[in-house]
């Protein structure tokens, strides 16, 4: 009987959680604000607020970056930061593949000349060294979608690549990646925004 009992719990548990995975929250994790995800527009892309909803990823925020993809997707030469920490970069997008509900984008940034700062140029704040300021836009439905989090609090670290101490002298390259909730599926391109950058349109996901 306590075999039987145990063997019911464990079903319980094992519904719960899917059930939860279906609402876009982390198991383990309690629903509220803060994670990253989907985001509904009301109004052109544009315009759009820098609020989040929910994201569906499992993927846990320590994990090391996704092998990198040969082939170059989209490309674009820009300057970067200012001042002391000015220079110009190539940026490179290597990849956006699905994966069940998840999408994880990868790209490198060479620098091509002067001193590029990935330390937080590519963050939502100062002090997040993180590439967590990244979004794809989805211009048909008017959707935005944020970086994924491994949580829904205020403290939720971010699905991507840690930039800390990263500053690209010349020729010097840094590979980075961040996970998204996957678009629909009948989207085969879409709309790439970093911060200090700018934005890399029609770029396809495999």
């Given amino acids: 009987m306590k075999v039987i009992t145990t063997m019911r719990k464990t079903i319980v548990l094992a519904m719960a959680a899917v059930a939860l995975a279906g609402c876009g929250v982390l198991p383990g994790v309690p629903q509220g604000s803060g994670s990253g995800g989907e985001e509904r527009q009301s109004r052109p892309v544009s315009e759009s607020t820098t609020a989040s909803a929910p994201d569906p990823t499992q993927e846990p925020a320590q994990e090391s970056a996704p092998p990198q993809q040969s082939a170059v997707i989209a490309t674009k030469e820009t300057k970067v930061g200012t001042g002391d920490m000015h220079g110009e970069a190539r940026v490179d997008l290597t990849g956006l593949k699905r994966q069940g509900r998840t999408a994880t984008l990868?790209?490198?940034?060479?620098?091509?000349?002067?001193?590029?700062?990935?330390?937080?140029?590519?963050?939502?704040?100062?002090?997040?060294?993180?590439?967590?300021?990244?979004?794809?836009?989805?211009?048909?439905?008017?959707?935005?979608?944020?970086?994924?989090?491994?949580?829904?609090?205020?403290?939720?670290?971010?699905?991507?690549?840690?930039?800390?101490?990263?500053?690209?002298?010349?020729?010097?390259?840094?590979?980075l990646y961040a996970v998204f909730a996957a678009p629909p599926a009948d989207v085969s391109t879409i709309n790439v925004e970093m911060p200090g950058i700018g934005v890399f349109t029609d770029v396809p996901i495999s």
């Fill in 106 to 175: 990868t790209w490198v940034i060479t620098a091509l000349d002067g001193k590029v700062n990935v330390h937080n140029g590519l963050s939502t704040g100062t002090l997040d060294y993180t590439v967590s300021g990244v979004a794809l836009i989805d211009p048909v439905n008017a959707k935005r979608y944020r970086v994924a989090r491994n949580g829904t609090g205020a403290d939720a670290a971010c699905v991507c690549s840690r930039t800390q101490g990263q500053f690209l002298e010349k020729d010097e390259a840094s590979t």
